[in-house]
């Protein structure tokens, strides 16, 4: 069974910091293109950055500069970094681990807000 546990989420101020997490099981981790998507309340879900089984990163251009995404293969898990937030960070944030087959978490709500 293939799961993906996102956690770290919570209420911060305007200019702190979160680190979120992505714990998978049930796949080989190491071989799949990993995402973090975060959807607000009213708005369309969006890609906040991806990494690829070899490490190279991309982020959208509203994180770009403020968020660090990362991964350890030897713990199956996936890292977000989030430095200097603000209230339009607010939003629950989901994990994706894709390969030939796709999968998601539930996700984890994070609030910017002071």
């Known amino acids: 069974q293939v799961q993906l546990v996102e956690s770290g989420g919570g209420l911060v101020q305007p200019g702190g910091s979160l680190r979120l997490s992505c714990a998978a099981s049930?796949?080989?981790?190491?071989?799949?293109?990993l995402r973090w998507f975060r959807q607000a309340v009213g708005k369309q879900r969006e890609v906040v950055a991806s990494?690829?089984?070899?490490?190279?990163?991309d982020y959208g251009p509203s994180v770009k500069g403020r968020f660090t995404i990362t991964r350890d293969n030897a713990k199956n898990t996936m890292y977000l970094e989030m430095n200097n937030l603000k209230p339009e960070d607010t939003a629950v944030y989901s994990c994706?681990?894709?390969?030939?087959?796709?999968?998601w978490g539930l996700g984890t709500q994070v609030t910017v807000s002071s």
């Open positions: 990494i690829t089984p070899i490490s190279i990163t």
């Open positions: 049930g796949i080989t981790f190491s071989l799949y293109g």
């Open positions: 994706n681990a894709v390969a030939i087959i796709e999968y």
